[in-house]
């Protein structure tokens, strides 16, 4: 695998080296490089659901955690 932080179409943990299923999806905005409403994803374990948020969190970044499940049947329930 030569691109560990690809999240697109895929359902495995974003975090780096770590090759588990995803059960999160950490929804983010970098207000320097996005519009207000535009949502970046992260997939998230369970072990690194909490790092993930974390480093999200400290920059001002995170807007949401939701379930991948959840996550899901939001995007395609329309
Ligand atoms: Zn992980």
């Known amino acids: 695998?030569?691109?560990?932080?690809?999240?697109?179409?895929l359902t495995i943990?974003?975090?780096k080296g770590c090759r588990a299923d995803a059960v999160w999806v950490l929804?983010?905005?970098?207000?320097?490089?996005?519009?207000?409403d535009r949502r970046k994803t992260?997939?998230?374990?369970?072990?690194?659901?909490e790092h993930l948020s974390q480093f999200l969190g400290v920059r001002g970044f995170l807007k949401d955690v939701v379930a991948l499940?959840?996550?899901e049947a939001?995007?395609?329930g329309r």
């Open 69 to 71: 499940e959840e996550w």
């Open 13 to 15: 943990c974003s975090a």
């Open 74 to 76: 939001s995007a395609s």
């Open 42 to 49: 992260w997939l998230a374990c369970e072990e690194h659901r």
């Open 27 to 36: 929804a983010w905005n970098n207000p320097k490089l996005h519009t207000p």
């Open 1 to 9: 695998m030569n691109s560990p932080n690809s999240t697109e179409n």
